[in-house]
């Protein structure tokens, strides 16, 4: 289930760790109603990390609005009953369930998406983590139509929205 509320993120997205996406500010309310799934197309230097995105609604006075967030464990992915280690530098897909929502976005206000990775210092401490070296830089998003969202026939660089309703609210 998601945990958290609606508390404000920017302080959290100054971190080093974290790339953040954010879309240009929408011309007109746009409501986003289903499933939100990030495929996110990417490597590390570990050979097992887990991949964290969070997805957000950003107000036009800057307030960062956590909506919904996903996790998934890299050794876990192609089969949750068997580990399979990714290769290090290797990029692949990974389709990261961010759960359902039903959000109107205001006219003026942003998506935005962030992505983690962290890793096991050992296998032998499960639970303790360390920052994955972050060998990518902060760019913003490719520019968005006005409604930023897209099916899943329309994949947007690395990252794409699926299976979700989108459309635009006068």
């Not at 197309?41 to 570990?46: D, G």
């Not at 401490?125 to 099916?151: D, F, K």
């Amino acid at each position: 289930s998601q945990v958290g509320g609606p508390d404000d993120y920017r302080s959290v997205e100054r971190r080093d760790d974290i790339l953040v996406y954010t879309s240009d500010p929408f011309p007109e309310p746009v409501e986003v109603c289903g499933p939100l799934t990030v495929r996110l197309v990417a490597a590390t230097t570990a050979k097992d990390t887990d991949w964290a995105t969070k997805i957000i609604d950003v107000h036009p006075d800057g307030f960062a609005q956590r909506l919904n967030d996903g996790l998934v464990r890299a050794r876990y992915y192609k089969d949750p009953a068997k580990e399979t280690f990714i290769t290090p530098g290797k990029a692949e897909p990974f389709d990261i369930d961010n759960w359902a929502t039903c959000q109107l976005f205001g006219k003026g206000h942003r998506l935005r998406l962030e992505v983690l990775s962290k890793r096991l210092q050992s296998e032998n401490e499960e639970g303790t983590w360390t920052p994955v070296s972050r060998t990518a830089t902060r760019t913003p998003w490719p520019r968005l139509p006005p409604v930023a969202c897209h099916a899943r026939s329309a994949p947007m660089d690395s990252t794409s929205w699926s299976q979700s309703t989108c459309r635009s609210r006068s």
